[in-house]
């Protein structure tokens, strides 16, 4: 940038130091995340030889709440979304610079509130991720803390959602109709609203979590005639509508992954944009599937169940766009596409076991149990996290002007993808054959299944080290990339690699072919 | 380089506002909903604890939160009209309030056993 005094303006995402420097921090935490998953799992392959019941406990919390509020959640959006919104949408920055630019630091402050509860003197919260009352009114463990870390980490989330929103409303070029944009953009927007509608929710129930702690307000807590049902409700009410916020992006990265690399035009692009605001607005009632075992009216289980089953619809509808778009395609299997393609089969197979869990008998069976924790990492993982190393691959080239090497990142894909099928697979027997979750021990018919599945983790994490390693490797060592390595059609392809300051010397006008 | 970014999108700027607001409602409704369902199951408890209060601490920061909001209110029609010394003087009149007004708040909680 020529002028400096502009740099004060706006601009921390337009020199690219500050947005890659995003995705550096957000792989580290994911990194953290990982390692403490190694461990939890290392206890279940002989527990009590590593680590006592209580450090168990404490591991798989934060395990929690690092992947889901400093890793998947920002994930998609403030890595890849921050950096490429404005350029696919034919814009210089989103709208507000200055309060992405805060954002940022607030997010950045919530993850220091989170190191502070693990680390500081006391004990590091061990009521996993979800905080349930009256548990985390009275343990003794450092959990006001932890929980407004979270609620911090929530406000950097709403003022993202916010931003991206009123970007697509007013930064749109000349010509980029609103049926003209990426889908990547599409479902940013739907993400948007959802960060919007659901995160102040999550704020004030966290709230209520820490004045019961401090001020004795017995919201939640039984032996004050608080209600501990509604404490789940509320929560629910956000983080069912989270995982929308976390797979969302996902699939608009999966959108614009599968055309390029099939040769092909997206199969039912219209389908693929209501279907996504479809599951924005459905998702957010549907909270109820997570209580069918806590106390809840018949009716109202009923109702859940059944809206629970019409998510799965507009879901069924893009996995068969992208089926639709793969037929007869052109297809060029490159590592973001076999992540791409990974996607669709993990994610398929976390969307259908979700229907089964959703349903009310089988819910009896399998609630508490490693079923849902094989469900959940099919979809998060499996959908979510594959989705973000899909978009890594594909965007990395653009992002830091560099190849990495093609037979690496293949290597890295095959064994990810093998570990973790190894890793979580064998969850859903266990579950489904009655093994608790959260347990730190289990009965010995459990062994096999266990050690199976510890050994996929350690596959998947040499996958891991293989797929960082060749990236990293290639920051240094890497050919330089085009600025259309893939034969992309979206506007990113179309400025240099990596994109100059302000994306554009001249803002792009669309016209009516693509 | 023609600057760009110097001509102001007020229109987004009044859409961002809109959508904070949104939230806002969103993030103090969590709040009101959770007050009246327990004002609803124990009505009597409420009542009782409301008769506790200080009538004349609460009426002065009643006071208090609406003149701050009058302040800030005048203060965008003053920079509206031109005049940012008195918006200025108004600005710092609104947060004086808020600090007055938390200050009480403080004395209130520290007199009641609040805190337990």
Same mark, same amino acid.
């Given at each position: 940038m020529e002028d400096g005094n502009m740099d004060l303006q706006s601009s921390f995402y337009h020199d690219g130091g500050g947005r890659r420097g995003i995705l550096g921090w957000l792989l580290s935490f994911f990194s953290v995340g990982v390692m403490m998953g190694l461990l939890i799992r290392l206890n279940l392959l002989s527990p009590g030889r590593f680590m006592g019941a209580q450090r168990y406990n404490e591991l798989f919390t934060i395990h929690g709440i690092i992947m889901i509020?400093?890793?998947?959640?920002?994930g998609l959006p403030v890595a890849f979304g921050n950096f490429f919104l404005p350029i696919m949408i034919g814009a210089r920055d989103v709208a507000f610079p200055r309060l992405n630019r805060l954002s940022w630091w607030i997010y950045l402050t919530g993850a220091t509130i989170v190191a502070f509860a693990i680390f500081?003197?006391?004990?590091?919260?061990?009521?996993?991720?979800?905080?349930?009352?009256p548990y985390s009114i009275r343990v003794k463990a450092n959990i006001a803390l932890a929980v407004l870390g979270v609620f911090v980490l929530g406000f950097s989330s709403i003022l993202t959602g916010l931003n991206f929103v009123t970007t697509i409303h007013r930064m @749109?070029?000349?010509?980029?109709t609103w049926f003209k944009m990426p889908l990547f953009a599409w479902t940013l927007y739907a993400t948007g609203w959802v960060q919007m509608l659901a995160t102040p929710v999550l704020a004030i129930t966290l709230v209520f979590i820490i004045l019961g702690r401090i001020a004795g307000i017995g919201f939640f807590d039984p032996t004050k005639g608080g209600d501990p049902i509604l404490y789940e409700h509320l929560f629910w009410t956000y983080s069912h509508p989270a995982v929308y916020i976390m797979i969302l992006p996902a699939m608009g990265v999966i959108s614009e992954i599968i055309p390029v690399f099939a040769r092909? @035009?997206?199969?039912g692009y219209h389908a693929v944009v209501f279907s996504a605001l479809g599951i924005a607005i459905v998702g957010y009632?549907?909270?109820?599937h997570h209580m069918f075992v806590s106390g809840m009216s018949n009716t109202a289980r009923v109702i859940f169940s059944f809206i629970t089953f019409l998510v799965a619809i507009p879901t069924g509808v893009k996995i068969f766009n992208w089926l639709g778009t793969l037929y007869k395609g052109s297809i060029v299997a490159d590592s973001p596409m076999l992540y791409a393609l990974s996607f669709l089969f993990l994610f398929s197979i976390g969307g259908l076991t979700g229907l089964i869990q959703g349903a009310l008998a089988p819910n009896l069976q399998l609630h508490g149990t490693y079923w849902i924790v094989g469900h959940f990492h099919y979809v998060m993982f499996g959908g979510g996290g594959f989705a973000i190393f899909a978009g890594l691959h594909y965007w990395f080239p653009k992002m830091f002007g560099k190849m990495y090497s093609e037979r690496l990142a293949k290597l890295g894909w095959f064994l990810l993808f093998i570990g973790f099928n190894v890793l979580y697979f064998p969850m859903f027997i266990l579950g489904y054959e009655g093994m608790p979750r959260r347990y730190f021990d289990y009965p010995p018919r459990f062994h096999t299944g266990n050690v199976i599945s510890t050994v996929g983790s350690w596959i998947l994490a040499v996958g891991l080290i293989i797929m960082f390693g060749n990236l990293i490797r290639s920051l240094f060592r890497g050919e330089k990339a085009p600025s259309d390595p893939w034969g992309g059609r979206t506007l990113e392809w179309t400025v240099p690699s990596p994109p100059p300051s302000e994306n554009f010397g001249e803002i792009p006008v669309i016209g009516d072919g693509e | 380089m023609e600057d760009k970014r110097e001509e102001r999108d007020y229109g987004g700027a009044k859409y961002g506002m809109w959508f904070f607001l949104l939230t806002e409602i969103l993030f103090f409704g969590g709040m009101f909903l959770l007050y009246s369902v327990f004002r609803y199951r124990f009505p009597d408890q409420f009542h009782a604890g409301a008769s506790e209060e200080n009538l004349v601490l609460g009426s002065i920061n009643t006071v208090l939160l609406l003149t701050s909001s009058l302040f800030m209110a005048a203060a965008i029609t003053a920079v509206k009209r031109g005049n940012n010394k008195l918006s200025v003087i108004l600005q710092a009149l609104t947060v004086v309030s808020g600090v007055i007004f938390l200050i009480i708040k403080g004395t209130e909680l520290s007199i009641s056993d609040f805190i337990t």
């Amino acid at each position: 940038m020529e002028d400096g005094n502009m740099d004060l303006q706006s601009s921390f995402y337009h020199d690219g130091g500050g947005r890659r420097g995003i995705l550096g921090w957000l792989l580290s935490f994911f990194s953290v995340g990982v390692m403490m998953g190694l461990l939890i799992r290392l206890n279940l392959l002989s527990p009590g030889r590593f680590m006592g019941a209580q450090r168990y406990n404490e591991l798989f919390t934060i395990h929690g709440i690092i992947m889901i509020f400093l890793f998947i959640i920002p994930g998609l959006p403030v890595a890849f979304g921050n950096f490429f919104l404005p350029i696919m949408i034919g814009a210089r920055d989103v709208a507000f610079p200055r309060l992405n630019r805060l954002s940022w630091w607030i997010y950045l402050t919530g993850a220091t509130i989170v190191a502070f509860a693990i680390f500081l003197h006391g004990t590091p919260p061990d009521t996993g991720w979800t905080f349930y009352a009256p548990y985390s009114i009275r343990v003794k463990a450092n959990i006001a803390l932890a929980v407004l870390g979270v609620f911090v980490l929530g406000f950097s989330s709403i003022l993202t959602g916010l931003n991206f929103v009123t970007t697509i409303h007013r930064m @749109r070029a000349p010509g980029m109709t609103w049926f003209k944009m990426p889908l990547f953009a599409w479902t940013l927007y739907a993400t948007g609203w959802v960060q919007m509608l659901a995160t102040p929710v999550l704020a004030i129930t966290l709230v209520f979590i820490i004045l019961g702690r401090i001020a004795g307000i017995g919201f939640f807590d039984p032996t004050k005639g608080g209600d501990p049902i509604l404490y789940e409700h509320l929560f629910w009410t956000y983080s069912h509508p989270a995982v929308y916020i976390m797979i969302l992006p996902a699939m608009g990265v999966i959108s614009e992954i599968i055309p390029v690399f099939a040769r092909k @035009r997206i199969y039912g692009y219209h389908a693929v944009v209501f279907s996504a605001l479809g599951i924005a607005i459905v998702g957010y009632f549907v909270w109820g599937h997570h209580m069918f075992v806590s106390g809840m009216s018949n009716t109202a289980r009923v109702i859940f169940s059944f809206i629970t089953f019409l998510v799965a619809i507009p879901t069924g509808v893009k996995i068969f766009n992208w089926l639709g778009t793969l037929y007869k395609g052109s297809i060029v299997a490159d590592s973001p596409m076999l992540y791409a393609l990974s996607f669709l089969f993990l994610f398929s197979i976390g969307g259908l076991t979700g229907l089964i869990q959703g349903a009310l008998a089988p819910n009896l069976q399998l609630h508490g149990t490693y079923w849902i924790v094989g469900h959940f990492h099919y979809v998060m993982f499996g959908g979510g996290g594959f989705a973000i190393f899909a978009g890594l691959h594909y965007w990395f080239p653009k992002m830091f002007g560099k190849m990495y090497s093609e037979r690496l990142a293949k290597l890295g894909w095959f064994l990810l993808f093998i570990g973790f099928n190894v890793l979580y697979f064998p969850m859903f027997i266990l579950g489904y054959e009655g093994m608790p979750r959260r347990y730190f021990d289990y009965p010995p018919r459990f062994h096999t299944g266990n050690v199976i599945s510890t050994v996929g983790s350690w596959i998947l994490a040499v996958g891991l080290i293989i797929m960082f390693g060749n990236l990293i490797r290639s920051l240094f060592r890497g050919e330089k990339a085009p600025s259309d390595p893939w034969g992309g059609r979206t506007l990113e392809w179309t400025v240099p690699s990596p994109p100059p300051s302000e994306n554009f010397g001249e803002i792009p006008v669309i016209g009516d072919g693509e | 380089m023609e600057d760009k970014r110097e001509e102001r999108d007020y229109g987004g700027a009044k859409y961002g506002m809109w959508f904070f607001l949104l939230t806002e409602i969103l993030f103090f409704g969590g709040m009101f909903l959770l007050y009246s369902v327990f004002r609803y199951r124990f009505p009597d408890q409420f009542h009782a604890g409301a008769s506790e209060e200080n009538l004349v601490l609460g009426s002065i920061n009643t006071v208090l939160l609406l003149t701050s909001s009058l302040f800030m209110a005048a203060a965008i029609t003053a920079v509206k009209r031109g005049n940012n010394k008195l918006s200025v003087i108004l600005q710092a009149l609104t947060v004086v309030s808020g600090v007055i007004f938390l200050i009480i708040k403080g004395t209130e909680l520290s007199i009641s056993d609040f805190i337990t």
